[in-house]
């Protein structure tokens, strides 16, 4: 079992940065993808941001060229700077980790959420 603990959310001005940090209690070197997800109120949770085990990155379109993800293995942490950031950005943040099961599939792992909240 993975446990996820996420930090660095808090409240910002239209414009500012914030660095969100998910710390996971096992190495990440045997976990394949890992990333963050946002859920505002009344909203669906949505993808924001993914990494592989190698390093390959996805995001969704609302957020390409002003947030960044990361990731340390040697610190078992994943990271996103969020830059540039709007009121629409406000919203809980979680991150998840998918750990290897062998022949099944992944194991999904999730954090309790940070949350983020962008003033206009």
């Known amino acids: 079992q993975v446990q996820l603990v996420e930090s660095g959310g808090g409240l910002v001005q239209a414009g500012g940065s914030l660095r969100l940090s998910c710390a996971a209690s096992t190495s990440i070197a045997s976990i394949n993808a890992m990333g963050w997800y946002r859920q505002a109120p009344g909203k669906q949770r949505e993808s924001v941001a993914q990494i592989s085990s190698g390093g390959s990155t996805d995001y969704t379109d609302s957020v390409k060229g002003r947030f960044t993800i990361s990731r340390d293995n040697a610190r078992n942490t994943v990271y996103l700077q969020m830059n540039s950031l709007k009121p629409e950005d406000t919203a809980v943040y979680y991150c998840?980790?998918?750990?290897?099961?062998?022949?099944?599939?992944?194991?999904?792992?999730w954090g309790q959420g940070t949350q983020v909240t962008v003033s206009s």
């Open positions: 998840y980790a998918d750990q290897r099961n062998g022949v099944l599939p992944v194991l999904r792992y």
